[in-house]
Each structure stands twice: as structure tokens, then as C-alpha cells.
């Protein structure tokens, strides 16, 4: 059962109720603080994850080589306009939930929504975590990621409202259907293997952190697809180039 999956879609759906409920007496200051702890969090569950690697080579092979995939295939992009397909269904099924509920611009509105449906459906975290999850049951990551997801969410939902809760749907969906996929990988990897894909995993949430102090804007989501290449390229490490050295 994908436990860690549902907490954390529970997560952004609570979190949502409650910041439209409570979270307009949150001060700016309040949410900043917040988010440089969040940040703060991340880097350390990165630098937790990457410390057991087994062959640092390949690791860091799989962060280059992934992320100039995503950065040759604008996955970036193509993941915001997937966001924005998104937000356009999510209003045409709610209309009601529009910027004139939250006091903000049309546009603002929009672009602000667009950007936490990418937070929570498409971040190298949650990916990260839900693959985890289906490979060896490993929730921490996920519980981990729900606990900042349940006050992100309500930052958000202080200024967007209830719209912010319908997120946990796709989110849902996606993070099941990676927990499925995983579970076909998982026979075919080694333990070593996957202290390779769990090290690949930590890079990516050291660089969500940095974003989340806005001390360095590192291209998170184009880097996602170095989860995807970590396995074939520690498996190769293994058996081809680490027996030669």
C-alpha cells in the first residue's frame, strides 16, 4: 500500500483547508521564516541520503547526465505547461475558485497556482520519494516531505484558497502510478543500487533547499531525469567499469 503517498496527498489537502481557514493571520514574516527552515530541512535530508553512497562516479555522472537531458528537452518547461494544463481544468471544473476569492490579479492568480502544482505534483522530492517508496517501502522521505508540504500548502492557500487543496488529487494520481512503476524496478537492483539512486535523490533535495533559501536557483526540475538514468549507470559502474579499476 502506498502509505507515504497518501499521507503526503492528505497532507496538502489539510494543509490547504487550514491555511484558507487560519492562514491570513500568518505575517510575511511568519511565512519566510518558515520557508528558510523548510529550506533548511531539505539540505539536511539530502546530505542524509547521499551519505551512504557506494560509487560517488557514478552518482555524479547520473546528476550530470540527467540534468542535461532535462535542460536538452526543456523538461522544465514542458512540466510547467503541464501545470498550466492543469490549472486551466482544475478552474473549468471549479469556477467559482477564482482570483476574485483571494483578492489577487487574474494573472497573478494563474501563476501562482501554476507554480504550487509544479511544488507538488512535479518536485524532485515527491518523485523521489514515491519511487522509493514502491522499490523498498521506505516512507521517511515522503513523511518528510508531507510535514513541509501540510505549511506550504497553507502559505499558499492563505492567498489562493480552497484551490490549493484540489492539488492533492493529481498529485495523488501520479505519485500511485510512480509507487507502481517502482515496484517493477525494484527486482532488478542491488542493494548498492539503490544506495546510488537514494544518493542521486539527496542531490536533488540539497538543490530544493538552496531554491527554498533563494540562496541559489538550481534547476530542479529539469534535474529529475538523473533519478531516471542513476540505476543503469551504478548497475554499469558495478559491473563493467569498477572491476577495470
Not at 503526503?8 to 483547508?17: E, H, K, P
Not at 487574474?106 to 507554480?115: G, I, M, Q, R, W
Not at 488529487?169 to 502510478?177: M, R, S, T
Request: proline content about 4%.
Amino acid at each position: 500500500m502506498p502509505v507515504g503517498v497518501t499521507i503526503n496527498a492528505l497532507s496538502v489537502l489539510l494543509g490547504g483547508i487550514f491555511g484558507t481557514l487560519g492562514g491570513k493571520h500568518m505575517s510575511k514574516n511568519f511565512k519566510d521564516g518558515l520557508n528558510m527552515v523548510f529550506g533548511a530541512c531539505s539540505m539536511t535530508m539530502g546530505i542524509f541520503s547521499i551519505a551512504p553512497m557506494k560509487n560517488m562516479s557514478a552518482v555524479i555522472f547520473a546528476v550530470i547526465i540527467g540534468t542535461g537531458l532535462g535542460l536538452a528537452f526543456h523538461l522544465g518547461d514542458k512540466i510547467n505547461h503541464a501545470a498550466k494544463w492543469m490549472q486551466q481544468l482544475i478552474m473549468k471544473v471549479f469556477p467559482k475558485l477564482n482570483s476574485l476569492d483571494s483578492g489577487m490579479e487574474t494573472a497573478e492568480f494563474d501563476a501562482t497556482l501554476v507554480t504550487v502544482i509544479v511544488l507538488f505534483c512535479a518536485s524532485g522530492t515527491g518523485i523521489y520519494g514515491a519511487l522509493t517508496e514502491g522499490m523498498n517501502g521506505d516512507t521517511s522521505i515522503l513523511i518528510f516531505k508531507s510535514i513541509l508540504d501540510f505549511f506550504t500548502a497553507a502559505i499558499f492557500a492563505a492567498n489562493l484558497g480552497y484551490v490549493v487543496s484540489l492539488i492533492a488529487v493529481p498529485q495523488f494520481i501520479i505519485f500511485v502510478l510512480l509507487f507502481l512503476f517502482a515496484g517493477f524496478i525494484f527486482p532488478l537492483t542491488t542493494p548498492t543500487m539503490i544506495l546510488d539512486f537514494k544518493a542521486v535523490g539527496g542531490v536533488l533535495m540539497l538543490a530544493t533547499g538552496f531554491r527554498m533559501v533563494k540562496l541559489m536557483m538550481f534547476p530542479t526540475a529539469d534535474m529529475i531525469p538523473a533519478m531516471i538514468v542513476a540505476l543503469p549507470l551504478s548497475w554499469i559502474w558495478i559491473n563493467w567499469i569498477g572491476p577495470l579499476l
